[in-house]
């Protein structure tokens, strides 16, 4: 079955690549523009994640961004005949697709769901059959992206097109190769497929060359709370010859149009050698809004203003970190840190306020208010980069996470845009708020208490709250069944989410609830079998489910089973390890240290021969966000050496500096920041202060630290042979448990490695 579907892939493939080569070069190729990239930003390779085996892709996109921003814009592809029957790259970009249907200003960044892709732009040339022009062929050869700029040459449209973007506005620039009719087609109910935006509007004043457009998008998570709201104003720098518009019902002379297909198409007469520059400001309020957050951050400025302010706002970002490495390892190292400093989403406009969970207009006062938290994910990792490097985004997630309860009633677990999408489960917010209280950030760590116990209860259906929160109380697991699916799973996360609120509320002073969030993180060893040595479903009358250690989740999808119903995204096997929260307790459970170092070992030994693999297996995969953390659980097994192995086995065989190189969905930049720790060799323990030490494949680096200090890391003797750690110092002392705390970090100083070929 395996190597049939293998067959359908490359077949799949090679078939867009064949039909989609018919590839015309038009009239003359405009030049591409030179450009000077900064330091840090030069080494960012944004198609990194972009390719590759479909539902292994990174999911990422080489869209034009600023740092956190809402607007990236950028190429939405096709294969040939526009017609998609695999799942592919959800950012809208997949590399091996060889068309694109234009330029649309948002998605999310490496996730599993397909939103945004709003308002986008198509270039024309020529009489039109069709006022709403179909795909273009492009070839990668004449296609760039650098941090805060994407541009491609379209011969089919004559067209060398250009994108930059600020936080909340896009600057297009169309430079046109031919004496034809240049066009530039506005579909304001563009989205991620035909059920991607709804009740679309548009209206062009010809004689002020502006236009208005809204639509309400309706995609993967945008559709779970009844849609969001996203307004439009564009202006151009040419004079609009003549105006087409198309709907549904067909083409008509009108300046405006309406409904599920409404666009409209912005003739410009002979534009050769010349350039169209569209600016466009979108706002999720109102039409007002969304010019005044043009004006405000791109105002009068052109685009290669615009472009240099997106470039240095990327090189201020990336230069929080400046390593010493190999070419290879460098663009590697800063491409993660890019993917992971695209999201969250700035949400606040240009007057500081922001649609929130409510729907209604709110001030973001002191902060900026972010959403697009794919928190199941980034709880692991990502939101402690923020902490070390970038604090003040941290500090905005918080703010907003709190905002986001206060009108909704329970903390989101994955906020989309102003709503809940219920995607995934547990409370993974639970974990950030007690990290961040433990490394000194500032924020209401009462008011978030209060709410990660709302959080914690099945009092808000329909909402972010755990599902069986009475049933996980009552048995002290979830009981298969009685439980739809993922008992296994959400038993094991509740128990690690219950450790993190227990922290907390025993750092604030409350005695009695920590005792009992405390006893409750214990409810994992509930589903634990002591002869078969895994957690396994458990149903109410105390027996056990039917257990296939070597059955993932992922063949109940190809095969149509449901052996691992009990399971998230994986296996027993993958979930075996996650117990975060008490790893010595987990070590006795398997009998000690000597079985459990054997188990982990052999599971890191089945990761599959090639990243990224068709089957990822039932062993190791860092595509599983559950999975991530393994490699350190050596450490407190007593063998450093093997976490030492394994991280840079990781490092270098599951990240590369190709269209692939992320080994699965990057969810929010984790497993982008899972690289930029690892490679600095250390890695936090999520929902604790606490770092593990691993074995950095740099040869040193320098990270800006919150009051002015810097941490230098020194690695001496590093090299592909070299991964053992044969010392490790913190400003002279010894590390001798492999571990090391924030307060440790944050104060600064040098932490000294010294490698060596030998344990």
Same mark, same amino acid.
């Given at each position: 079955?395996?190597?049939?579907?293998?067959?359908?892939?490359?077949?799949?493939?090679?078939?867009?690549?064949?039909?989609?080569?018919?590839?015309?070069?038009?009239?003359?190729?405009?030049?591409?523009?030179?450009?000077?990239?900064?330091?840090?930003?030069?080494?960012?390779?944004?198609?990194?994640?972009?390719?590759?085996?479909?539902?292994?892709?990174?999911?990422?996109?080489?869209?034009?961004?600023?740092?956190?921003?809402?607007?990236?814009?950028?190429?939405?592809?096709?294969?040939?005949?526009?017609?998609?029957?695999?799942?592919?790259?959800?950012?809208?970009?997949?590399?091996?697709?060889?068309?694109?249907?234009?330029?649309?200003?948002?998605?999310?960044?490496?996730?599993?769901?397909?939103?945004?892709?709003?308002?986008?732009?198509?270039?024309?040339?020529?009489?039109?059959?069709?006022?709403?022009?179909?795909?273009?062929?492009?070839?990668?050869?004449?296609?760039?992206?650098?941090?805060?700029?994407?541009?491609?040459?379209?011969?089919?449209?004559?067209?060398?097109?250009?994108?930059?973007?600020?936080?909340?506005?896009?600057?297009?620039?169309?430079?046109?190769?031919?004496?034809?009719?240049?066009?530039?087609?506005?579909?304001?109910?563009?989205?991620?497929?035909?059920?991607?935006?709804?009740?679309?509007?548009?209206?062009?004043?010809?004689?002020?060359?502006?236009?208005?457009?809204?639509?309400?998008?309706?995609?993967?998570?945008?559709?779970?709370?009844?849609?969001?709201?996203?307004?439009?104003?564009?202006?151009?720098?040419?004079?609009?010859?003549?105006? $087409?518009?198309?709907?549904?019902?067909?083409?008509?002379?009108?300046?405006? =149009?309406?409904? !599920?297909?409404? #666009? &409209? @198409?912005? *003739?410009?007469?002979?534009?050769?050698?010349?350039?169209?520059?569209?600016?466009?400001?979108?706002?999720?309020?109102?039409?007002?809004?969304?010019?005044?957050?043009?004006?405000?951050?791109?105002?009068?400025?052109?685009?290669?203003?615009?472009?240099?302010?997106?470039?240095?706002?990327?090189?201020?970002?990336?230069?929080?970190?400046?390593?010493?490495?190999?070419?290879?390892?460098?663009?590697?190292?800063?491409?993660?840190?890019?993917?992971?400093?695209?999201?969250?989403?700035?949400?606040?406009?240009?007057?500081?306020?922001?649609?929130?969970?409510?729907?209604?207009?709110?001030?973001?006062?002191?902060?900026?208010?972010?959403?697009?938290?794919?928190?199941?994910?980034?709880?692991?990792?990502?939101?402690?980069?923020?902490?070390?490097? $970038?604090?003040?985004?941290?500090?905005?997630?918080?703010?907003?996470?709190? =905002?986001?309860? !206060?009108?909704? #009633? &329970? @903390?989101? *677990?994955?906020?989309?845009?102003?709503?809940?999408?219920?995607?995934?489960?547990?409370?993974?917010?639970?974990?950030?708020?007690?990290?961040?209280?433990?490394?000194?950030?500032?924020?209401?760590?009462?008011?978030?208490?209060?709410?990660?116990?709302?959080?914690?209860?099945?009092?808000?259906?329909?909402?972010?709250?755990?599902?069986?929160?009475?049933?996980?109380?009552?048995?002290?697991?979830?009981?298969?069944?009685?439980?739809?699916?993922?008992?296994?799973?959400?038993?094991?996360?509740?128990?690690?989410?219950?450790?993190?609120?227990?922290?907390?509320?025993?750092?604030?002073?409350?005695?009695?609830?920590?005792?009992?969030?405390?006893?409750?993180?214990?409810?994992?060893?509930?589903?634990?079998?002591?002869?078969?040595?895994?957690?396994?479903?458990?149903?109410?009358?105390?027996?056990?489910?039917?257990?296939?250690?070597?059955?993932?989740?992922?063949?109940?999808?190809?095969?149509?089973?449901?052996?691992?119903?009990?399971?998230?995204?994986?296996?027993?096997?993958?979930?075996?390890?996650?117990?975060?929260?008490?790893?010595?307790?987990?070590?006795?459970?398997?009998?000690?240290?000597?079985?459990?170092?054997?188990?982990?070992?052999?599971?890191?030994?089945?990761?599959?021969?090639?990243?990224?693999?068709?089957?990822?297996?039932?062993?190791?995969?860092?595509?599983?966000?559950?999975?991530?953390?393994?490699?350190?659980?050596?450490?407190?097994?007593?063998?450093?050496?093997?976490?030492?192995?394994?991280?840079?086995?990781?490092?270098?065989?599951?990240?590369?500096?190709?269209?692939?190189?992320?080994?699965?969905?990057?969810?929010?930049?984790?497993?982008?920041?899972?690289?930029?720790?690892?490679?600095?060799?250390?890695?936090?323990?999520?929902?604790?202060?606490?770092?593990?030490?691993?074995?950095?494949?740099?040869?040193?680096?320098?990270?800006?630290?919150?009051?002015?200090?810097?941490?230098?890391?020194?690695?001496?003797?590093?090299?592909?042979?070299?991964?053992?750690?044969?010392?490790?110092?913190?400003?002279?002392?010894?590390?001798?448990?492999?571990?090391?705390?924030?307060?440790?970090?944050?104060?600064?100083?040098?932490?000294?490695?010294?490698?060596?070929?030998?344990?």
């Amino acid at each position: 079955m395996l190597r049939l579907l293998r067959y359908f892939i490359s077949l799949f493939i090679a078939f867009e690549m064949l039909f989609g080569s018919a590839y015309a070069r038009g009239d003359g190729k405009a030049a591409f523009p030179e450009y000077d990239v900064g330091e840090h930003s030069s080494y960012v390779n944004a198609f990194i994640g972009t390719g590759g085996i479909p539902w292994m892709c990174g999911m990422v996109s080489p869209a034009a961004c600023a740092p956190f921003g809402c607007v990236r814009v950028g190429p939405d592809t096709c294969p040939a005949g526009n017609s998609v029957n695999v799942k592919t790259n959800t950012s809208g970009y997949y590399y091996e697709y060889r068309h694109i249907l234009g330029f649309s200003l948002g998605r999310l960044s490496g996730t599993g769901a397909r939103d945004y892709e709003m308002f986008r732009v198509t270039p024309a040339a020529g009489k039109t059959l069709s006022a709403k022009p179909g795909p273009l062929a492009y070839s990668h050869k004449d296609e760039k992206a650098s941090p805060g700029y994407y541009a491609v040459y379209l011969p089919g449209a004559a067209a060398l097109c250009e994108m930059t973007a600020a936080s909340h506005a896009a600057a297009e620039r169309y430079t046109f190769a031919t004496d034809k009719e240049a066009a530039l087609y506005i579909d304001a109910c563009s989205g991620v497929d035909d059920d991607g935006a709804k009740d679309g509007r548009i209206a062009v004043d010809v004689s002020a060359n502006c236009l208005t457009a809204y639509c309400r998008l309706t995609g993967a998570f945008s559709d779970r709370y009844g849609g969001l709201p996203v307004y439009l104003y564009a202006e151009w720098d040419a004079p609009v010859t003549s105006v $087409a518009a198309h709907t549904a019902e067909g083409d008509t002379d009108a300046a405006s =149009a309406a409904g !599920e297909e409404a #666009g &409209v @198409l912005l *003739r410009f007469g002979n534009q050769k050698g010349k350039s169209v520059t569209l600016r466009m400001g979108i706002s999720f309020l109102s039409y007002d809004n969304a010019k005044e957050n043009l004006l405000a951050e791109i105002g009068d400025r052109d685009f290669d203003a615009v472009r240099q302010a997106a470039a240095d706002a990327w090189e201020d970002r990336l230069s929080a970190v400046s390593v010493d490495a190999d070419d290879d390892v460098k663009t590697v190292f800063y491409t993660a840190l890019y993917h992971a400093m695209i999201m969250p989403t700035d949400f606040t406009e240009a007057d500081g306020t922001y649609r929130g969970f409510d729907g209604e207009a709110h001030a973001a006062e002191g902060y900026a208010y972010r959403t697009d938290i794919s928190l199941w994910d980034t709880a692991r990792c990502v939101h402690s980069l923020y902490t070390l490097i $970038a604090p003040d985004a941290q500090n905005d997630c918080l703010q907003s996470l709190l =905002a986001m309860a !206060e009108q909704g #009633g &329970v @903390l989101p *677990r994955w906020p989309m845009g102003s709503g809940y999408t219920g995607s995934m489960f547990g409370n993974p917010a639970n974990l950030v708020f007690t990290e961040s209280y433990l490394k000194g950030l500032d924020f209401d760590a009462e008011a978030a208490y209060a709410y990660m116990k709302a959080s914690s209860t099945g009092e808000h259906p329909g909402k972010d709250c755990r599902e069986g929160a009475a049933l996980y109380e009552e048995y002290g697991y979830l009981p298969d069944d009685l439980t739809d699916r993922q008992s296994v799973s959400k038993t094991l996360e509740y128990a690690w989410e219950d450790a993190a609120t227990a922290t907390l509320a025993q750092a604030l002073g409350h005695e009695d609830e920590a005792a009992l969030y405390r006893e409750r993180s214990t409810y994992y060893k509930n589903l634990w079998d002591p002869d078969a040595k895994y957690f396994r479903a458990k149903n109410s009358d105390g027996s056990w489910g039917k257990l296939y250690p070597q059955h993932s989740s992922f063949y109940d999808d190809i095969f149509g089973t449901k052996l691992s119903k009990p399971y998230c995204e994986g296996s027993a096997r993958h979930w075996r390890w996650s117990v975060q929260q008490d790893i010595p307790a987990l070590i006795e459970l398997f009998g000690g240290k000597e079985t459990f170092v054997k188990e982990l070992n052999k599971f890191m030994e089945d990761a599959s021969c090639g990243s990224p693999a068709v089957d990822p297996g039932t062993g190791y995969w860092i595509g599983n966000q559950h999975d991530i953390h393994t490699p350190y659980l050596f450490i407190d097994a007593g063998r450093p050496d093997l976490t030492q192995k394994w991280v840079r086995w990781t490092l270098s065989e599951r990240f590369s500096n190709d269209i692939d190189g992320l080994d699965g969905n990057d969810d929010g930049g984790t497993l982008s920041a899972w690289y930029a720790f690892s490679a600095l060799g250390f890695y936090p323990v999520a929902g604790t202060d606490r770092y593990w030490i691993g074995s950095p494949c740099v040869d040193g680096a320098e990270l800006a630290l919150p009051g002015g200090k810097t941490l230098t890391v020194t690695v001496a003797d590093q090299s592909p042979k070299n991964v053992y750690v044969s010392s490790v110092t913190l400003n002279g002392e010894p590390l001798t448990d492999f571990t090391v705390t924030h307060a440790q970090l944050a104060e600064g100083g040098t932490l000294a490695f010294t490698m060596s070929a030998k344990p």
